[in-house]
């Protein structure tokens, strides 16, 4: 089991960067891919980055693929989304989301989930 905690989102103007951090708890954590989807107001949610649990594997969105970065602490059982150069189509509620497997960009293929953040970008 895995039990995951996002942090760090906010409002920020057009242009601006957040950090948003996922603490994890569970015995496994360094075993399970970690992933970012985002979901805004009446849409479906949707992939946004994920990365393996060794780091070597990573993939990102295309509309985020230069602003965003993925990143983990599996020592401290956290991974992390930083976001630069935010436009207000990055708007939604961010969840964390963990499956034992290979990065994945399919939402069906995630085992746990957090409750989620909210980010706001205005313009």
């Known amino acids: 089991q895995v039990q995951l905690v996002e942090s760090g989102g906010g409002l920020v103007q057009a242009g601006g960067s957040l950090r948003l951090s996922c603490a994890a708890s569970?015995?496994?954590?360094?075993?399970?891919?970690m992933g970012w989807f985002r979901q805004a107001p009446g849409k479906e949610r949707v992939f946004v980055a994920a990365m393996s649990w060794r780091g070597n594997g990573i993939s990102y969105r295309d509309s985020v693929n230069d602003r965003f970065t993925i990143s983990r602490d599996n020592a401290n059982r956290t991974v992390y989304l930083q976001m630069n150069d935010l436009k207000p189509e990055d708007t939604a509620i961010y969840y964390c989301?963990?499956?034992?497997?290979?990065?994945?960009?399919?939402?069906?293929?995630?085992?746990?989930w957090g409750q989620g953040t909210q980010v706001t970008v205005s313009s």
């Open positions: 569970g015995r496994t954590f360094s075993s399970y891919t």
């Open positions: 989301a963990a499956h034992q497997g290979i990065v994945t960009v399919r939402l069906y293929d995630y085992d746990y």
